[in-house]
């Protein structure tokens, strides 16, 4: 089968359109026909290997995993022992490691089956970035007014969605090209190229921007939330989790909570979000979609941070 893969670190040159074996769905296992992969951040994080407190895991000098990808929909051609929610011909979405290829093995517990109202492109792009706009705002429930800095992006534009669905006033912050699309999204909108961040707010989601921990905490309310969920650009050891590692050193000190976030994509959460989906409540927001042949274009296109809200590649 086609697949993207790398050996080696690096930017999209890295990566290669190459014939691999098929995988085979182990216990526990679907092994699904990928119609359509998101293309997350955390795309160019594993490609590049950056930042470094991540090479353990990924790898030290070589990524363990050599295909890229994790977020997908995709039809189901065979399940595993012990697999019970699914059979072959289902259609579903969810995460597996290696999703940019034509095939791919995806774990029982992280796939549900795909909202009947989505293409497979547009569920694709869900997963990973809905899970964590989702996981996010649990951190500060019952806020009545919510701050989404990076509200144009991937995870931006469903917190935008999911705040609204909870009954917050959202504010987005986002640059001139996104304003419309975030106001579309039932969010006021702070052009951050063009305006200053005024009020207080009891929850902030800082997605982008890597703004200093001094200046959000005084836009947050005595005892409101700020989560750390991300943001380009920091130094080559630690990336963005600078702050979050300082807000986690000065949360016992106050009434603030100021805490980090680490994603994951649980079956229930999928189903979760298949539901407020199948009402209308939250919509996907596709920007592109590449052939999976032209994958490096479209981590080189997410990465420039232009994409208004998603993009995916289809094999
Ligand atoms: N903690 C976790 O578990 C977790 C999980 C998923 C993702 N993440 C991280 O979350 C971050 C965002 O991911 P994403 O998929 O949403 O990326 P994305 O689609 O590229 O969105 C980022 C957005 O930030 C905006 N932005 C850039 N500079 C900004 C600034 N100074 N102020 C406000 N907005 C700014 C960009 O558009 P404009 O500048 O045009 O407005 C862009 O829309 C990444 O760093 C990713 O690694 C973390």
Redesign the pocket.
């Known amino acids: 089968m086609k697949a993207i893969v790398q050996d080696t670190y690096g930017e999209a040159d890295v990566l290669r359109f190459e014939d691999i074996d098929r995988p085979v769905a182990g216990r526990g296992e679907l092994l699904v026909e990928v119609r359509a992969a998101g293309v997350?951040?955390?795309v160019w994080?594993l490609m590049a290997g950056m930042p470094l407190i991540g090479r353990p895991a990924m790898g030290w000098s070589r990524p363990k995993m050599r295909v890229r990808g994790l977020e997908l929909a995709g039809r189901v051609v065979a399940v595993g022992e012990g697999v019970t929610r699914f059979k072959e011909g289902d259609e579903v979405f969810g995460t597996g490691w290696g999703a940019f290829a034509e095939y791919v093995r995806v774990k029982e517990d992280k796939a549900a089956h795909k909202p009947a109202n989505l293409s497979f492109e547009q569920a694709a792009a869900v997963p990973?970035?809905a899970c964590?706009a989702l996981q996010a705002l649990r951190k500060g429930e019952n806020a009545a007014r919510v701050l989404v800095?990076?509200a144009?992006?991937?995870?931006?534009t469903y917190a935008v969605q999911l705040a609204k669905a909870s009954g917050a006033q959202v504010t987005g912050?986002?640059?001139t090209?996104?304003a419309d699309l975030v106001r579309g999204l039932g969010a006021e909108v702070v052009d951050?190229t063009s305006e200053e961040l005024t009020g207080t707010y009891d929850l902030i989601l800082d997605?982008?921007?890597l703004r200093k921990l001094g200046t959000l905490r005084k836009h947050l309310t005595r005892d409101g939330t700020l989560v750390f969920?991300?943001?380009?650009g920091g130094g080559r050891w630690l990336g963005?989790m600078q702050r979050s590692l300082g807000g986690l050193l000065l949360s016992p000190f106050g009434k603030q909570n100021l805490r980090g976030?680490?994603?994951t994509e649980p079956a229930a959460d999928l189903e979760h979000l298949r539901s407020l989906i199948e009402a209308g409540t939250v919509t996907p927001v596709l920007d592109r979609t590449f052939p999976l042949a032209q994958a490096a274009d479209a981590v080189r296109y997410?990465h420039a941070?232009?994409?208004r809200g998603k993009i995916v590649v289809v094999p």
């Open positions: 997350d951040a955390g994080h990973v970035s964590t800095i990076g144009g992006g991937g995870v931006g912050v986002c640059s090209a996104k951050y997605i982008a921007g969920v991300g943001g380009e963005g976030l680490f994603a997410q941070g232009k994409a």
